[in-house]
C-alpha cells in the first residue's frame, strides 16, 4: 500500500522554525522526485520546493529562498522541509508528492500537515 505521511506541523510564531517529514512506504522512493506543495485558504496549491531522486539538486519558489532547506535521507525513504524565519504567509496546508516519469507516470500525494505562522 502506497503512503506518504506528512508530519511535524504546527503553530509557529513568525521568525520561528518548523521542521516538516515525509515519509514514504510501499513503493521505490529512491526512484521518485519529491515535492512540497502548500495551500493557503482560498488559493491555489503552490510548489514550495522540490528534490531530485538521488537529492543532488533542489529548487525552491522565489518567496521561501533562503528561508527553506529540502532534503531526504533515501536509507529512510524520508523527506525533509526546514522552514526557517516563517511568516504569516506561510500559513498553509502542506502537502508531500512523489513523482516518477519513465514511459509511465506515478504520483503520489499526502494527506497534508498545517503549518500556522501567527503570533
Known amino acids: 500500500q502506497v503512503q506518504l505521511v506528512e508530519s511535524g506541523g504546527g503553530l509557529v510564531q513568525p521568525g520561528g522554525s518548523l521542521r516538516l517529514s515525509c515519509a514514504a512506504s510501499?513503493?521505490?522512493?529512491?526512484?521518485?522526485?519529491v515535492s512540497w506543495y502548500r495551500q493557503a485558504p482560498g488559493k491555489e496549491r503552490e510548489l514550495v520546493a522540490a528534490?531530485?531522486?538521488?537529492?543532488?539538486?533542489?529548487n525552491y519558489a522565489d518567496s521561501v529562498k533562503g528561508r527553506f532547506t529540502i532534503s531526504r535521507d533515501n536509507a529512510k525513504n524520508t523527506v525533509y522541509l526546514q522552514m526557517n524565519s516563517l511568516k504569516p504567509e506561510d500559513t498553509a496546508v502542506y502537502y508531500c508528492?512523489?513523482?516518477?516519469?519513465?514511459?509511465?507516470?506515478?504520483?503520489?500525494w499526502g494527506q497534508g500537515t498545517q503549518v500556522t505562522v501567527s503570533s
Open positions: 510501499g513503493f521505490t522512493f529512491s526512484r521518485y522526485a
Open positions: 508528492n512523489a513523482h516518477y516519469s519513465l514511459v509511465v507516470t506515478y504520483d503520489y
Open positions: 528534490i531530485t531522486s538521488a537529492g543532488g539538486s533542489t
